[in-house]
T-cell receptor, first 113, second 113 residues
Framework: DAGITQSPRHKVTETGTPVTLRCHQT?????MYWYRQDPGHGLRLIHY???????DKGEVSDGYSVSRSKTEDFLLTLESATSSQTSVYFC????????????FGQGTRLTVV | DQQVKQNSPSLSVQEGRISILNCDYT??????FLWYKKYPAEGPTFLIS?????DKNEDGRFTVFLNKSAKHLSLHIVPSQPGDSAVYFC????????????FGTGTLLAVQP
């Protein structure tokens, strides 16, 4: 357990509504990531952060935005949820430089109906 | 464009035998490679890694081999156990300031008793 908490763990929302997922870490790690996992696609990077207010896009960033106003929190927002965003979302943190592994949260299962 | 590829969606192995999971990558800038294991309804957990300056890394029953010229890595599990049944993801790091981890699509390993 790398001190990562994702909330909520499950959510059902309607198409067109905004949704925010939260990733909270307790160990002040610099690097944080949001991934989505879908059958046949593995884990795809949505957005990542390399410091407070420092964020950038990943492979599948369309329809998503992020914010990191504090080291410990990395928020993922679906501006207007669509059915294609039904997925399992994982937050990850990476303690130091490139020679270390990333630790993942337990995931958030999001269903857009 | 999939930079990290796992061409076998699934693999079935008898208990006690060797499991070999394969991964190919296209980006020659990748310099650190990792394997993750994932059980249903849980986040991925780190298994083993290898730096591009090495061609082999071993940890107990798990060994990762890297062939840089072929841009190929493999994970060997010997002997395989039923508890090893899970989805295995290969990941690669592109270094730099952002430490992004790019994942493959995963291989579902089933170890038969």
């Amino acid at each position: 357990d790398a001190g990562i908490t994702q909330s909520p763990r499950h959510k059902v929302t309607e198409t067109g509504t905004p949704v925010t997922l939260r990733c909270h870490q307790t160990e002040n790690h610099r690097y944080m990531y949001w991934y989505r996992q879908d059958p046949g696609h593995g884990l795809r990077l949505i957005h990542y952060s390399y410091g407070v207010k420092d964020t950038d896009k990943g492979e599948v960033s369309d329809g998503y935005s992020v914010s990191r106003s504090k080291t410990e929190d990395f928020l993922l927002t679906l501006e207007s949820a669509t059915s294609s965003q039904t997925s399992v979302y994982f937050c990850a943190i990476r303690p130091r430089d490139r020679s270390t592994e990333a630790f993942f949260g337990q995931g958030t299962r999001l269903t857009v109906v | 464009d999939q930079q990290v590829k796992q061409n076998s969606p699934s693999l079935s192995v008898q208990e006690g035998r060797i499991s070999i999971l394969n991964c190919d990558y296209t980006n020659s800038m990748f310099d650190y490679f990792l394997w993750y294991k994932k059980y249903p309804a849980e986040g991925p957990t780190f298994l083993i890694s290898i730096s591009s300056i090495k061609d082999k890394n071993e940890d107990g029953r798990f060994t990762v081999f890297l062939n840089k010229s072929a841009k190929h890595l493999s994970l060997h599990i010997v002997p395989s156990q039923p508890g090893d049944s899970a989805v295995y993801f290969c990941a690669a790091s592109d270094g730099g300031a952002t430490n992004k981890l790019i994942f493959g699509t995963g291989t579902l390993l089933a170890v038969q008793p």
